[in-house]
């Protein structure tokens, strides 16, 4: 991993956590954080958005941060249930998930949509972890490196820079199944990611690729010690705080 890429391990809560489970669980991440006393990896929780501001304030000054999991590509206006990527940053959010392949799956979202709403999370002063991922038909056809690429090219936004992109690498067929890639498979995945982040952007080779997919305590240290991985997007060990503590230990 390289050094100059500051390591970020992202927990996607997604739609799991009441008030009082919530801030527990946040809290104690927090603790950890603080007594790790960690300055060279950066740690980020993703809560439901109703638990946003409650666990923003809770955190504040732990080190720990904090993101929304999904945003609108609007400000504001007539669209009932969706959360404005201002909201988010109100409500004391740093980054925001965008482009979940169970938002591409559940919502219908394309890589056009995600691609406005990285751009809406830049305009909300928002770090946006954009998602992409092949699906097991993909990679049983031998296609995943150019589903890849073309998820990549459609969902990133012209003017993306290494400070205002991160890219998270989750085959779909990986995502809470327990099944994860080789290290050989993660290494070409995200190797191919790079190359082609190197021709749409100047400093491709600072931007953070993180690997999701069945990341756990048990697995955290070979999965992050492949080549260009820096960092986890984690989905189910980052309801627990021992274990969501013990992956970024590995990184
Ligand atoms: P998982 O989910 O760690 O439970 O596989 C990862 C994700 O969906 O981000």
New binding site residues.
């Given amino acids: 991993m390289a050094r100059s890429r500051r390591p970020l391990i992202a927990g996607?809560w997604?739609m799991n956590g009441l008030t009082a489970d919530a801030l527990a669980l946040a809290g104690a991440v927090a603790e950890g954080v603080k007594q790790a006393g960690w300055t060279d990896r950066e740690l980020l929780v993703c809560p439901p958005s109703t638990l946003v501001m409650a666990i923003a304030k809770a955190v504040k000054g732990s080190g720990l941060l904090v993101g929304g999991q999904n945003c609108h590509a609007a400000a504001s206006g007539a669209h009932t249930g969706d959360i404005a990527a201002e909201m988010l940053r109100d409500a004391g959010a740093s980054h925001v998930i965008v482009g979940?392949?169970?938002r591409r799956t559940d919502c219908g979202e394309t890589d056009a949509v995600v691609r406005a709403k990285a751009e809406a999370a830049w305009r909300a002063g928002l770090l946006p972890v954009v998602c992409i991922g092949e699906s097991l038909a993909e990679r049983e056809a031998g296609r995943t490196l150019s589903v890849l690429e073309t998820q990549l090219k459609g969902s990133i936004p012209a003017g993306s820079t290494a400070s205002r992109l991160v890219v998270a690498y989750?085959p779909v067929w990986?995502?809470?199944?327990g099944k994860t890639p080789t290290t050989a498979e993660v290494a070409a995945a995200h190797a191919h990611i790079r190359r082609v982040l190197g021709g749409l952007i100047a400093d491709a080779n600072a931007v953070r690729l993180l690997y999701?997919?069945?990341?756990k305590g048990g697995n955290a240290a070979e999965l992050l010690a492949a080549g260009d991985v820096d960092g986890a997007?984690?989905?189910?060990?980052s309801l627990k705080a021992d274990e969501f503590l013990a992956i970024a230990k590995a990184a």
């Fill in positions: 996607n997604k979940h392949s169970e989750e990986a995502i809470g199944t999701g997919g069945s990341v997007l984690v989905g189910g060990a």
